[in-house]
């Protein structure tokens, strides 16, 4: 079995107008939410083996904040693809991988994550990837050159919002 955590980047600064769609930052609650994020998937004893990740600033930034939360010592893989890159990019980058890693997770952008959650698994939940959500899915392929177009199941999709309002209660 292999595990495909699929996490879209934290809440984005519009602030600075002279900025490229790149070059932008995470805002102050984007700060808070990529670690609490990484909190929740600690709990939950979901932590990567790999993270691939955009180069974009607030991708990076969202990768940066969510490790130092847990002090997350494995592979970090960049890919500046990522960026305007398609799901057969993420997919191939996947297939990629060393089958040492037994879960990867995959930080990103919409709609293309939306897109390869909808390839993977053929599940579609409205609106399934607010800034910061991750998706679980699992695999019953035993090496990463075997994933596929539905050769996923998708188990489960933690959106902050909806977790911090189950933390305050």
């Not at 679980?136 to 909806?162: F, G, H, Q």
Request: aromatic fraction near 10%; avoid cysteine.
């Amino acid at each position: 079995m292999k595990k495909i955590l699929v996490m879209r980047h934290a809440k984005s600064d519009w602030a600075n107008s002279d900025l490229t769609d790149y070059d932008r930052p995470l805002n102050k609650r984007g700060r808070k939410t990529a670690p609490f994020m990484a909190k929740i998937l600690l709990e939950k004893n979901q932590i990567p083996d790999v993270i691939l990740s955009s180069t974009a600033e607030r991708a990076k930034q969202t990768v940066q904040f969510f490790t130092n939360a847990i002090d997350y010592k494995n592979k970090i893989m960049w890919d500046k693809n990522f960026y305007f890159g398609y799901v057969n990019d993420i997919i191939a980058k996947i297939q990629g991988l060393s089958d040492d890693y037994e879960s990867v997770m995959v930080v990103g952008h919409n709609p293309t994550l939306e897109s390869l959650i909808a390839t993977l698994s053929e599940d579609i939940v409205y609106p399934i990837m607010p800034t910061a959500a991750i998706a679980y899915l699992l695999s019953d392929i035993e090496t990463w050159n075997k994933l596929r177009t539905r050769s996923a199941k998708l188990e489960w999709v933690l959106k902050p919002k909806e977790l911090k309002n189950l933390r305050s209660i």
